[in-house]
């Protein structure tokens, strides 16, 4: 591995290397240049001698830090990727999810694990066409039971409904009208997945919009001394309640964060791909850190959540018809305004089986 030739700017909590290498620069574009020059970084790790913090003119090493994700946009004949600007998100344009080659399938896959949320906008997709696309990154998972008791679309068990649209006085999906809060999906399970899939059939003409944040970032603006607090820790992820508030088929409402039913998971997982790591809080209704009398897990958690969900860490989306989000679901949480309850608003959902448990 060739050593440094520039410095490392101190930015937040983020440092670039300046001036990035030519021989870097040279090879690489597009969200390739993003992935790299973060490998480059890391194999350096916390080893960066010659790292000073130029923006406080203090010369002494920078020994923790990571780098900004921040992939360039690019286009090759038929694909373009633009950034949000934000900490996270990406539009690929030019491309019908459904005829994806082999190549632009490995293009959406980079752009995904660099970006964390992908959107695609003008899809025409069937569920069964949602369904190839989102079996290209792996098995799916059975989408959870509606809050109705009523599973899935009839032939489809994979798709899960979000929506508040009622017929013949029966909801066809799940959430409703209101604010959907943040979260993770499915970290109640041992193994979530890794990834959703949420494609809008229906949306209302304001409102509903889909918020993201980057849990990277929200690991990376913790001091180090709250990382070193909850480096060992674990946290129980409520089985409980949906992110609409509702409880879950088959469950027996509990509010007590301490016996309610759910699945402990590290709460600074790395990220099996990016080698990254995460603050991981799936959601705060009865959270509970292992261990902790109750006030001290609530008054930590407030405080981990206060940093997770700051406006520099999230990215909104707006949704038309026939948009088609995919998410990390390791690296980001999101919530959903709420809407006019009398506009009809119907999305459909897959989610990727998880190939590992999170770990620390
Ligand atoms: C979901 C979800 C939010 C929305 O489908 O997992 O949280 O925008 N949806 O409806
Ligand atoms: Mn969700």
Redesign the pocket.
């Known amino acids: 591995m060739r050593s440094p030739t520039g410095v490392a700017r101190l930015i937040g909590s983020t440092v670039e290397i300046f001036p990035v290498p030519e021989w870097l620069s040279s090879t690489l574009s597009g969200t390739q240049f993003g992935s790299l020059r973060r490998q480059y970084i890391r194999s350096t790790g916390g080893k960066t001698a010659g790292a000073t913090k130029e923006t406080t003119g203090a010369t002494e090493p920078v020994l923790e830090y990571s780098i900004r994700m921040n992939p360039r946009a690019f286009t090759t004949p038929g694909l373009s990727l633009a950034p949000t600007g934000a900490a996270l998100g990406a539009e690929i344009r030019g491309l019908d999810v459904c005829e994806l080659t082999g190549a632009e399938f490995a293009a959406v896959h980079r752009a995904w694990l660099d970006c964390s949320v992908l959107l695609f906008r003008g899809q025409h997709l069937s569920d069964a066409d949602l369904i190839a696309f989102s079996r290209r990154f792996g098995g799916l998972d059975w989408a959870p039971i509606q809050e109705t008791g009523r599973r899935f679309v009839e032939g489809h068990p994979e798709i899960?409904v979000?929506s508040n649209v009622i017929e013949n006085g029966v909801p066809i999906g799940s959430?409703g009208s209101g604010e959907?809060v943040w979260?993770t999906?499915m970290s109640y399970l041992e193994r979530p997945p890794k990834a959703?899939i949420?494609y809008a059939l229906e949306v209302p003409p304001s409102g509903?919009d889909?918020w993201f944040c980057s849990m990277y970032g929200a690991y990376e603006s913790l001091a180090p001394a709250l990382r070193d607090r909850i480096s060992h820790l674990t946290l129980k992820h409520d089985a409980t309640y949906n992110?609409g508030g509702y409880v879950r088929q088959g469950v027996t409402a509990v509010d007590d964060p301490v016996t309610s039913p759910g699945v402990y998971h590290p709460l600074a997982p790395v990220h099996p791909e990016s080698g990254r790591r995460v603050l991981y809080l799936g959601r705060r209704r009865n959270a509970y850190i292992a261990g902790l009398p109750l006030a001290e897990s609530e008054t930590l958690l407030d405080e981990l959540w206060s940093c997770a969900t700051r406006d520099d860490l999230t990215w909104r989306h707006q949704w038309q018809p026939g948009d088609l989000v995919l998410w990390d679901n390791r690296s980001t949480m999101?919530r959903?305004d709420p809407f006019d309850p009398d506009s009809r608003r119907i999305?459909h959902?897959t989610q990727i089986q998880g190939e590992t448990v999170p770990a620390a």
């Open positions: 899960y979000v959430l959907a979260h999906d959703s949420l509903g889909t992110s999101h959903r999305l959902r």
